[in-house]
C-alpha cells in the first residue's frame, strides 16, 4: 500500500489524550493534547509505516508504553524481533 497516497485521500484522524492514563515517566512534559496519524520509517528495513492515532492511544494509555518512545520498527520486523527473542529465550532455556 502507497502510504502516502493513501493519507492523501483520506480526513486526517485525532484522537483525544487521556492525560490521567499516560506514562511520562519523570518528565513535567504534560504531552500533546492529541493523537494523530504519522508515518515514521522502520529502522529495520527503511520501509515507510503508518502508526494511526488509534494505535497510538491504545500503546500509551492501554499498554502503559513510555509516552516519549515512539514506534521505531514496522509491523513484519516486529514480528521478526519478536520471534528473534523468543528462540533466543527457547535457546537460553536449554542450557540450564
Ligand atoms: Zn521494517
Same mark, same amino acid.
Given at each position: 500500500?502507497?502510504?502516502?497516497?493513501?493519507?492523501?485521500?483520506?480526513?486526517e484522524?485525532?484522537?483525544?489524550?487521556?492525560?490521567?492514563?499516560?506514562?511520562?515517566?519523570?518528565?513535567?512534559?504534560?504531552?500533546?493534547e492529541?493523537?494523530?496519524?504519522?508515518?515514521?520509517?522502520?529502522?529495520?528495513?527503511?520501509?515507510?509505516?503508518?502508526?494511526?492515532?488509534?494505535q497510538?492511544?491504545?500503546?500509551?494509555?492501554?499498554?502503559?508504553?513510555?509516552?516519549?518512545?515512539?514506534?521505531?520498527?514496522?509491523?513484519?520486523?516486529?514480528?521478526? =524481533?519478536? =520471534?528473534?527473542? =523468543?528462540?533466543?529465550?527457547?535457546?537460553?532455556?536449554?542450557?540450564?
Amino acid at each position: 500500500m502507497d502510504i502516502a497516497h493513501s493519507l492523501q485521500n483520506r480526513k486526517e484522524t485525532r484522537l483525544p489524550v487521556d492525560r490521567s492514563k499516560l506514562n511520562l515517566g519523570n518528565s513535567y512534559d504534560p504531552g500533546p493534547e492529541y493523537y494523530y496519524d504519522q508515518t515514521f520509517t522502520c529502522k529495520g528495513c527503511g520501509k515507510a509505516e503508518l502508526w494511526t492515532a488509534a494505535q497510538q492511544k491504545w500503546w500509551y494509555e492501554d499498554v502503559g508504553g513510555y509516552f516519549f518512545a515512539t514506534a521505531i520498527r514496522c509491523r513484519s520486523c516486529r514480528a521478526k =524481533e519478536r =520471534e528473534r527473542r =523468543e528462540n533466543a529465550r527457547r535457546m537460553a532455556g536449554h542450557q540450564i
